[in-house]
């Protein structure tokens, strides 16, 4: 075979290797990512859950301890029974009591105020009040869960604000256990995606070789696939009909060589006579 036409073959043994391990890759890192992705939204679905409960379970608790003050309007008393859950618990930000109309009562872990809030704090009575916000009560994003409440006066509402510190932590903890598993889990994809190209184009690569060197007129040329598969199948036909090509031109130059004996003995006889 020439040396432009097993270039040529190289050229495209290489180009079918690359595609393969190209397409293995690409499917482990799509799988790597749909499994982080999931993971991630999974936890922190949970971590958020968790939060929820937290706010819920506080606000039901703060409902419970203080029902009766807040139905005689016996602010002070309710705002002190918070006060000592919040100075208790430092992933209570604060408490506010929001009646109808007037101001609002408010204990953080620094200060207990009567102070005037905007019309945020007093939401319809089916508005669903609870998630991540930033609030002038506390520094930076808290859980805000609120919960209506009865008073004298009236439907009131009962706020709380837990720290969102452990819940990004907890985020930040679960962007590192994916990014310190994906590192190894693609090294270990990438080296499987060539182990994997490699094994499936050399057998094809081989039978690219055989047929060329065939198509050249090379009939003493062999494949040699060690496998079970279609592949080794298909090598084994083609060295059968490569012998069968060998043993009809054998077959054929004998007859052709008997043809030859037979003229010349003819043409001997005609000098004869």
Known sequence: MSSSGASRLRSHRGSLFLRTAAYSA???????????LRFILHERTMLYAHLRDQGETLALALD???????EDQ??????????????????????????????????????????ELDDSWRPSIT?????????????????HYARPVTMSAGQGWLHVGISAKDYYAGVRNLYQIVLDLAVPGLLI??????????????????????????AA???ESSV????????????????NMVEDLRQSRSNEKQAMEKEGLLREQEILLKEIH
């Open 26 to 36: 690409l499917v482990t890192i799509l799988t790597l990512v749909a499994f982080g």
């Open 64 to 70: 419970s301890v203080t029902g009766q003050e807040l």
């Open 74 to 115: 016996d602010f002070s008393r309710a705002v002190a029974q918070a006060g000592r859950i919040v100075q208790a618990d430092d992933e209570v930000l604060y408490v506010v009591f929001t009646p109808p109309e007037g101001p609002s009562y408010v204990q953080t872990a620094t200060e207990r105020r009567r102070t």
């Open 127 to 143: 508005e669903k009040v609870e998630g991540m916000r930033s609030s002038e009560l506390a520094e930076g994003e808290v859980y």
């Open 189 to 214: 994809g990438f080296l499987t995606s060539f182990l994997f190209a490699n094994r499936l184009t050399r057998p094809i690569s081989e039978l690219k070789r055989f047929a060329s060197q065939v």
């Open 217 to 219: 007129g090379d009939l």
């Open 224 to 239: 040699h696939i060690d496998s079970n598969t279609e592949l080794g199948l298909l090598g084994d036909t083609m060295n």
